[in-house]
């Protein structure tokens, strides 16, 4: 996250535009994933509902909303956003964390 906030500031574009479209890379199949396994938290119910709210509602207003602030306001300094990087790291770090400890859904022998 670093060498990524610290980019804009060196003046080279292509460098940064490289950047940019390999952490895209890399997010995608992260990704691509978690949009298949969260559904499967919830019953079949429950489960548009709890999608819509998970991932439409609650998702976009505490990181479509709460990060920018943060980052703004933490973004005082003429060099680079290093205080920007840490809580971006900071939120990567706990969102791990707690995807981590989300349960198995499969189980590991497979279906008989």
Not at 2 to 8: E, G, R, S, V
Not at 38 to 47: D, N, S, T, V
Request: glycine share 8%; with cysteine.
């Amino acid at each position: 996250m670093f060498p990524i906030i610290a980019l804009p500031h060196t003046g080279r574009q292509l460098l940064l535009f490289a950047a940019l479209r390999g952490a895209v890379a890399a997010f995608l199949p992260l990704l691509a994933v978690t949009v298949a396994y969260l559904p499967e938290l919830y019953e079949p119910q429950a489960r548009c509902t709890g999608m819509t709210l998970c991932h439409n509602h609650l998702s976009r207003i505490l990181g479509g909303s709460l990060t920018p602030l943060v980052a703004t306001a933490t973004a005082r300094t003429d060099g680079p956003p290093r205080a920007v990087a840490s809580c971006l790291t900071a939120v990567a770090l706990f969102s791990l964390g707690r995807f981590a400890l989300l349960p198995e859904i499969r189980s590991v022998t497979g279906p008989a």
